[in-house]
């Protein structure tokens, strides 16, 4: 009995001891509860609402672009995307390529998608947002996700309003287009602003009123669960959309002008005399717009960009050629404003030029010459040897100062950003970029628009709008109003923008009327050199061919277009404007490689003044 | 009379005056009421945890009446006229968790489930709940105390077996509370306390073992139990998402079905493992407070009818049962409030789910079986 004894004694002992245990361990839990509830409370207070609500910030929608005419150039439309919060994945970020595998089966997702997927994963981002995995989905593969949802945490269809091009093809290059937000860009813009925008204008008016066209961003404070889903929306700022925009642009014009350079190299350019709008930009080849909104595949951008056709130049705006001899109504300009050149100064043309007797010979285009030439017959005829003439004796600095004030060398558009300014050799350049005096013979290939000088397609059309003027300058530019508003110099918009060159004044005024008389001789008269395209108009037209020498062509050696290959052909230029008299539309055409200007690029100008002063009539 | 009978009033005293409904009911009211209680608070903030469900409550109501049938009809048993039969019970037990080793049925990755034919399908492991601790007192009762070197041994086998056996499943939350439920009764037992050190040492040297047969998910749980930062979104979520949810609670709670953490789906499994982070961010520190005083009654209670048993099988397994109770609360609230490694524990009579109500409220009828078995001997000598 005593063992008996000892041993319940010894188990009341341990049950005791068990007691002590019990209140020992119930003293931890309720100190951690009162540690967690009333010490910490208002630590896991603030957290518990944080976690309940978010601030969502909702993006402004895109301005419109409309042509002059109220036409639709960029609009926005809906579209969807399969969308991944890695976080939300099972088994998280790492669960990424078993998500991928999973949702490959029931929609088509290719190796681009996918790479594109990962490359925005590896980037900075905030926590919990989304990565797009596939856009455009269709509306079969939006219901296979949402029957599949259950199995799918983490993966969300969102509809997102993108930018759309009505016309994808041949307005890129006067448009430019907006594409996803890339790190670099994201650095420079304002991060507010654009904390829920994807897309930001890359190229061109896109670009240039970027501003404008973005608007305000939104916000709401919501109420979510754990899975992000939205339950209630608490408060809300509207976001303010951004502003549409109209452009001078004429959008049947600009494809008609697209149309004509179809198959070529080459651009066109159109402006509207009276306002200094640009009515058409057109780069040949081109290129759709659309398929860079949500991000090109990388093959697809490698053939654009290794094309030799080079689509991706923006040929309008950069592209340099010698502006051969539609700079010679300038030069004649030049000669007879600032005295050198008598009114009535004429010469007789042997077909070639020489400085000193027994040197090089500078050729004319026409072999043995024209005879008797003045300044008249000099511009319809295009007479080389005249130029020269003229330019010896004038030497660089005034011909330079006057294809200055008609906005040579220089950007004069206000709201293209890519324009080039081109080149114009003065001394001071020459002795910068060649370390070099200037020559004589440097000054005979400038007056007849060769050897160093340079202009983009825009800038002749500028400087021709300047000559259909009679010196009166317009900004030129490619927006005409900002929702509504009427915007008659960027200057309005509080920004920078090139400089407007000053409104030319001559000595004599009828001295205007002269060259355009010899460029009406260009169009219509008996010899003109475009005399075909000017044939058989309602209306009279002014202009100038020109024709770019691509290679040197050696002294005596015999120049045959067809054996010199496609590429080393010549250039043909035109610019001219419609009606003569009372000009309504100023083109300059550069067709690269097409041979002569007469031949290749006047009848494009005349079919688009055709276009635009007969067509629309009708229409 | 031992010291601790001494010290706790003689909750029967009144009995004496003739056997009533409740004494022959062998019902035991200071066990039943705060059980009740503790029902009848788990029903209110599951309607909540389960996101306002008539349904999950309605169930579990239906499972509370058959635990409480369960836990009736077992204190009708007299424990010592079934005890020859429980080594049967228990290799019934142990061929069954065999047999789910070999023909389980499980779910993400755990084979616990056995499917016999005909039969709804049910987990062998609640079985050892009841099996281990009653094998063990069995086993040292009929012996020597305290007990010899090799019945020690032999008692660590019955308990060691099982709990391999069972995390192996893997199930490592339901193989501690057995592996304890057994520890405890050799405690009772009157383990040798040199013995006790020896067994902490060996678990303390057998800790590094242990970590490399443990599973994957299982070691990822004791590294985010030490760092639940490390992980915020997956493993460590639960944890921190629990703490936010006590600790917003406050004193005096958010108020009843207003928890924004279990409410919007921050807090996990609301209904059933977590159920007291509902409880305590809706009703705070003083609805946590309540329920552990409901809890302490029974723990106390459980501890009196054991210090007042006759023999020493019914002590042994009174004391086990109890503190195999109270393990299951702690290693829940700790877990939940992040002082515990997150092992699947259900908070006990509260969290949906029907086995483990059942298996509780089973061996809550054994306790009051034990204490109506002392109470009849002595009604019989007043007669």
């Known amino acids: 009995m005593n063992a008996k004894q000892h041993e319940n004694e010894r188990f009341q002992m341990r049950l005791w001891l068990a007691v002590g245990v019990m209140l020992l361990v119930f003293g931890v839990l309720i100190s951690r509860l009162v540690y967690l509830q009333v010490i910490e409370h208002e630590h896991f207070m603030t957290v518990a609402e944080d976690n309940r609500h978010q601030l969502q910030p909702i993006a402004p929608t895109r301005g419109l672009i409309y042509d002059t005419q ?90 997102e309003l993108v930018r759309y091009y009505p016309f994808d093809q041949g307005f890129v290059h006067a448009l430019g287009y907006v594409g996803r937000i890339n790190d670099r860009e994201m650095a420079s813009l304002d991060a507010v602003n654009y904390s829920d ?70 651009s066109i350019v159109a402006i509207d005399p009276s306002t200094g709008g640009v009515l058409a930009l057109v780069s040949a080849p081109t290129y759709g717009a659309n398929q860079f909104v949500t991000g090109i595949s990388s093959k697809n951008y490698s053939k654009l960009r290794d094309s030799d056709e080079l689509p991706l130049f923006n040929r309008a705006l950069r592209g340099r050629y010698p502006p051969a001899s539609t700079v010679k109504p300038v030069i004649a300009l030049a000669g007879i404003d600032t005295g050198l050149i008598k009114r009535d100064y004429s010469i007789l043309d042997p077909g070639y030029y020489q400085l000193t007797e027994g040197g090089r010979l500078y050729r004319d285009w026409k072999e043995g010459g024209h005879g008797k030439v003045n300044l008249h017959k000099s511009i319809v005829e295009s007479v080389d040897t005249y130029y020269y003439d003229i330019g010896h004796q004038m030497g660089n600095e005034p011909m330079t100062s006057y294809l200055a004030k008609f906005g040579l060398g220089q950007v004069t558009i206000a709201d293209q950003p890519e324009a080039l300014g081109a080149v114009l050799p003065t001394k001071s350049w020459k002795r910068a970029v060649r370390n070099a005096s200037w020559f004589p013979g ?12 340079s202009a983009t397609p825009l800038q002749l059309a500028t400087m021709t709008m300047v000559m259909a003027n009679k010196g009166q300058w317009h900004q030129v530019r490619m927006i005409k109003s900002i929702d509504g508003k009427e915007v008659s110099a960027i200057k309005q918009l509080n920004r920078t923008s090139p400089i407007t060159p000053e409104d030319i004044n001559l000595g004599r005024n009828s001295d205007w009327d002269r060259v355009h008389k010899a460029m009406i001789g260009v169009m219509h008269g008996r010899t003109g050199t475009a005399r075909r395209s000017g044939a058989n108009s309602t209306y009279k037209i002014a202009g100038k061919t020109g024709t770019a020498q691509v290679t040197g062509i050696k002294q005596d ?33 550069v067709v690269e490689n097409g041979g002569g200007g007469s031949s290749a690029a006047a009848p494009l100008a005349r079919r688009l003044f055709d276009a635009y002063l007969l067509e629309q009539d009708d229409g | 009379m031992a010291d601790f009978q001494r010290f706790v009033p003689d909750a029967s005293s009144f009995l004496r005056r003739g056997p009533s409904i409740l004494a022959r009911s062998r019902i035991d009211l200071w066990l039943l009421l705060p059980v009740l209680g503790i029902m009848g608070l788990g029903l209110v903030v599951l309607y909540s945890g389960a996101g306002a469900s008539q349904e999950a409550v309605d169930r579990q109501v ?27 019970f228990y290799l019934l037990g142990v061929l069954l968790l065999v ?27 609640e079985l050892l709940k009841l099996a281990v601790p009653l094998t063990v007192a069995w086993y040292l009762s009929g012996r020597a105390s305290p007990p010899s070197f090799g019945n020690t041994l032999v008692a660590f086998i019955i308990v060691a077996l099982p709990v391999v056996l069972i995390a ?18 050799i405690f009772f037992g009157g383990l040798l306390w040199r013995y006790v050190v020896l067994a902490m040492l060996v678990g303390a040297a057998g800790l590094p073992v242990l970590w490399t047969f443990m599973h994957a998910y299982q070691k990822q749980r004791v590294m985010t139990f030490l760092d639940p930062e490390s992980d915020p979104l997956g493993a460590g979520w639960n ?99 992040g002082l515990l490694p997150v092992v699947g524990v259900p908070l006990p009579l509260v969290s949906y789910g029907g086995t483990s109500a059942v298996t509780l409220m089973l061996s809550i009828g054994m306790l009051m079986s034990i204490r109506a078995q002392r109470t009849s001997k002595r009604l019989r000598k007043v007669r």
């Open chain 1, 197 to 266: 925008t994807h897309q930001v204008g890359k190229l061109g008016v896109e670009k240039y009123y970027e501003s404008e066209l973005h608007g305000q961003v939104g916000y709401q404070t919501v109420e979510t669960n754990a899975r992000g889903r939205v339950l209630r929306v608490l408060e809300r700022a509207e976001p303010v959309p951004g502003s549409d925009i109209t452009l001078h642009l004429d959008a049947e014009l600009q494809q008609k002008a697209a149309q004509l350079l179809a198959g070529k190299r080459g």
């Open chain 1, 557 to 589: 050696e015999e120049y045959d277009a067809e054996k010199v290959a496609e590429r080393l052909r010549d250039h043909g230029l035109f610019v001219g404007w419609a009606p003569a008299e009372k000009p309504a539309i100023v083109v300059a055409v």
């Open chain 2, 168 to 185: 192996k499943q893997p199930d490592l939350g339901t193989a501690i509370l057995i592996g304890a439920s057994g520890i405890f009764v």
């Open chain 1, 442 to 453: 440097d000054s005979l290939n400038l007056s007849i628009g060769q050897g160093f000088l």
């Open chain 1, 70 to 159: 109220g036409r639709l150039l960029a609009g926005n439309r809906a579209t969807h995307s399969v969308t991944l919060v890695p976080e939300q994945l099972a088994g998280g970020v790492s669960g990424v390529p078993a998500v991928i595998a999973q949702l490959q089966q029931i929609i088509t997702i290719d190796a681009y998608d996918i790479k594109r997927f990962n490359r925005r994963l590896r980037q900075a981002r905030k926590p919990y947002s989304s990565i797009p995995l596939r856009y455009r989905l269709n509306e079969q593969e939006i219901a296979r996700i949402t029957v599949n949802q259950h199995f799918l945490q983490g993966v969300r269809v969102e509809a």
């Open chain 2, 239 to 337: 944890i921190i998402q629990s703490k936010i949810a006590i600790g917003s609670g406050g004193v005096s709670g958010k108020g009843w079905l207003q928890g924004t953490q279990s409410h919007l789906d921050f807090l996990p499994e609301t209904h059933t493992d977590f159920i007291i982070a509902v409880l305590a961010e809706e009703f705070g520190l003083l609805g946590v407070l309540l329920l552990l005083f409901l809890y302490s009654f029974i723990l106390l209670r459980g501890l009196i009818i054991a210090g007042k048993a006759r023999d020493s099988f019914s002590r042994m397994l009174a004391a086990g049962l109890t503190l195999t109770f109270f393990v299951y609360l702690v290693v829940n609230i700790g877990m939940v409030s």
């Open chain 2, 62 to 88: 239906l499972r509370y009446a058959i635990a409480t049938l369960g836990m009736l009809v077992m204190a009708q048993i007299n424990l010592r006229e079934v005890e020859r039969f429980v080594p049967v």
């Open chain 2, 99 to 125: 047999a789910v080793l070999l023909f389980g049925v499980g779910a993400k990755g755990a084979q616990r489930w056995l499917q016999i034919f005909g039969l709804p399908r049910f987990q062998p492991s």
